[in-house]
C-alpha cells in the first residue's frame, strides 16, 4: 500500500509538469497543434510541383532538399515509417527525382546509394501509380502507360454504382484534379542532364511500360484494365465529346472546394495536384486561387525543423486540441477554472462547421454541424473530431449551464453524428456507407485507401460521448454499434485499430466505449480483450505495437514501448475495472512516470498514427490471403504512417488522470 501511495504521489506530479508543459505550449488564439511526421514523398512532391509550375529558386528549396537528405537510410534508401524494416520504392524514386531537379550530381554518394537500392529491389518497374503519373508529367514515363483517369467521371450521377462520391473524401479530392492533368497529359520536361536514365540500365526502349496484371481470366480487373486501354486510346483523339464540358465541371468542382486557408481536403495531395492542374488549365500562378494555395506552404503547410524544411501532409489542429482539452478533464482540471480550458473552448466552438459539405450528397434531411480535422476543411468534418468534441462539451455542460451557443452546437454535432451511423451500425471518419468495393478495382487505386468504411476505433468513440449524452444499450444506435464491434473482433480478442497503431489503439478505443453505455464489462468478450491487452504488456511496463502489424501478425501487439500506445492500455484496462488487471495499469503507469521528461513530455519517434494501412478498402484484411495480390510487406509500400508529435503528450496525460482516479477509488 505505501508503494502505491508514493506511486500516486508521483503520478500527481507528473500530471502538474504535463499540464504546465501543455499550458506552456498553447497558442495565444487557444489551440494546440503538433507536427506531423510523414515521410518524404511530401518534399520530393512538393519539389517536383514546383518544376512544374515553373517556379525556379524559391527560397523554400535548400532547406527541403536538405530535409529529403537528413531522411536517408544508411543504404540509400527512405523509409515509410520510422525504423522501418526496410525502405519504399516509391518514396526513394521519388527522392530521387528531387535530388535530380535540383542538380545532384548521379554519381554522387547520395543518388549512388539511392539509385543501387533502386535497381537491387526491382527498379521502375515496382513503382505505384501516383509516382507513374509524376514521372510522366516530367517526361520520364509515358502517358498511355499510366492509368487513365477521364474528366467525364463528374457526370456520373451519386445514383450510379461507380461516381467520384463513391470514393473516400480524400480520394475524391485528389482524383478530380488528376481527371484534369490525365486529360491533358502536360510534359514538364527535365534538363536533359537531370533525366533519369540511369534508372533505365538496359535502355528505354527494353523498358516494360505496361501495367503488371495480377489474375487471368474474366474478372473485375480484366474488364478495368481494357477499360484503361479504351481510355488511354480515347485520350489521343482529336475529337473527343463532352471532354471540354467535363473539364470545366472539373475545374469548378476544384475551385469551389478550395478550402479558406488555401488548402484542399485539409491533405496534401488534393493541394498539390489542384496547384498543377489549374496552372495547366491556364490559371495564372498571380490568380487568387493559386495564390491562396502557394501562400499556404508560406504560412502554415512547412515547418522547419533541426533537419531542414518539411512539407505537412496535413494539420490535427482540432484532433490535437480536444483531445488536450479532454486531457485536462481527465487530469481534474476544472474548466470554468481554467483560462487556458476557455481559451481553448472558445476556439473550438469557433471551429464549428455548418456548411454544406459532400458528406450530404448521401446523408440528407440533417443540418450541418460538426468539427473537421484540420485548420479550415468545411468540406470534410469527420466523426472522430465531433466524437470527441462532443465528450468534451458533454463533460462540462453543467459548468457552463447558460452557454446558449455550447448547447445548441451539442444539439446539432449529435444529430448529424447519428445521421452519420452506416447500414452496419458502425461509424466511418468522412462518409456514410462508403464502402463500395468496386472502385478498388480500378488500375490507378495501387495506393492507400480509396475507400472510408466504418471502423472499431472512431466507433468506440462514438459510443464513449453517447454514454455521457445518456445513452444507453437499449438505444437503438448503440446497439447497432455494439453488435458492429462485436462482429469485428479478432479471435485472439483484439480489435484492428484503422486509425492508429493498430491492434492496441482498436482495443484502446472500444473499451471505454463500451462501459460509456452500460457494457457488462465483465461479459466474456470485453474479458478476452482485457487480458489481450495484459498479455501484450512489454517487461519495462509498457506497451507498443509496430507499423509492421498491418502486415505482419507477428508484430500485432509487439514493438518498442511507446507513451502513446502504453497510454490506450492502460486506459482500456481501466475502462473494463477487473481488479485482476491493476498490476497491469500500475506497472504502464510506472512506465510513464519513468520516462517523463524533465519538461514534462515523453520522446516517441515512433510512428503510431495511421493514414493507410495499404489495403486499398479501408478495413482490415484476412492477410494470409491478400497479403500477396497487395504487394507490399511490412515496409507498408502502399500505406501512409503518421507520427503525431501530441499524442506522445495528452494521451499519457488521459491515461495518468484516468488511472489515477480509478486508482485512488480502489484504496489505493
Known sequence: MDNSHNLLARIDTAIKKALDWSVRHQAREGYWIGDIDTNCCMEAEWIMAMHFLGIKDDPKQPEVIQAILSEQRDDGSWEIYYKAPTGDINTTVECYTALKIAGFDPDGSELTRAREWILAHGGLRNIRVFTKFWLSLLGEWPW?????????????PPWMPFNIYSFSS?????????????????VRPLRSDRRLDELFPEGRENFDFSLPRKHRGLCWESFFLAADRFLNWYAGLRFQPLRQTARKFCIDWVIKHQDEDGVWGGIQPPLIYSLMALFNEGYLLCHPVLQRGLRAF?????????????????????????????????????????????????????????????????????????????????????VDDTA?????????????????????????????TLAMQSSNGGWAAFDKDNNSLLVTKLPFCDFGEALDPPSVDVTGHVLEALGLLGHTMDDPAVKRAVRYIKSEQERDGSWFGRWGVNYIYGTGAVLPGLRAVGEDMTSDYVQRAARWIAGHQNPDGGWGESCASYMDDSFR????????????????????????????????????????????????????????????????????????????????????????????????????????????????
Not at 451557443?405 to 449529435?414: D, H, I, N, S, Y
Request: hydrophobic share 40%; net charge neutral; charged share 25%.
Open 388 to 416: 470527441v468534441a462532443l465528450i468534451v462539451l458533454a463533460r462540462i455542460m453543467n459548468k457552463f449551464p447558460g452557454n446558449e451557443e455550447l448547447k445548441q452546437k451539442l444539439r446539432l454535432a449529435l444529430n448529424w
Open 298 to 382: 508560406d504560412e502554415h503547410w512547412s515547418r522547419r525543423k533541426d533537419t531542414g524544411l518539411y512539407i505537412n501532409a496535413s494539420e490535427s489542429i482540432v484532433w490535437d486540441t480536444v483531445l488536450t482539452m479532454l486531457a485536462f478533464l481527465d487530469c481534474g482540471i476544472d474548466p470554468a477554472e481554467s483560462d487556458s480550458f476557455k481559451n481553448a473552448l472558445r476556439w473550438i466552438l469557433g471551429k464549428f462547421v455548418e456548411a454544406p459539405g459532400d458528406w450530404q450528397v448521401y446523408v440528407k434531411d440533417v443540418k450541418p454541424g460538426a468539427w473537421s480535422f484540420e485548420r479550415a476543411n468545411t468540406w470534410y468534418p469527420d
Open 144 to 156: 498511355e502507360h499510366t492509368p487513365n483517369l477521364p474528366p467525364e467521371i463528374i457526370f456520373l
Open 170 to 186: 480524400w480520394a475524391r479530392a485528389t482524383i478530380v484534379p488528376l481527371t484534369l492533368l490525365c486529360s491533358r497529359r502536360p
Open 557 to 668: 501487439g509487439r514493438g518498442t514501448s511507446t507513451a502513446s500506445q502504453t497510454a490506450w492500455a492502460v486506459m482500456a484496462l481501466v475502462a473494463v475495472g477487473t481488479r485482476i488487471f491493476d498490476e497491469n495499469i500500475i506497472r504502464g503507469l510506472k512506465y510513464l512516470e519513468g520516462t517523463q521528461k524533465e519538461d514534462g513530455t515523453w520522446e516517441e519517434p515512433w510512428y503510431t498514427g495511421t493514414g493507410f494501412p495499404g489495403y486499398g478498402w479501408g478495413d482490415r484484411a484476412d492477410l494470409k490471403k491478400v497479403a500477396e495480390r497487395l504487394e507490399q510487406g511490412p515496409e507498408l509500400s502502399r500505406g501512409f504512417m503518421i507520427n503525431y508529435n501530441l499524442y506522445r503528450h495528452y494521451f499519457p496525460l488521459m491515461a495518468m488522470g484516468r488511472a489515477r482516479k480509478y486508482l485512488a477509488q480502489r484504496g489505493y
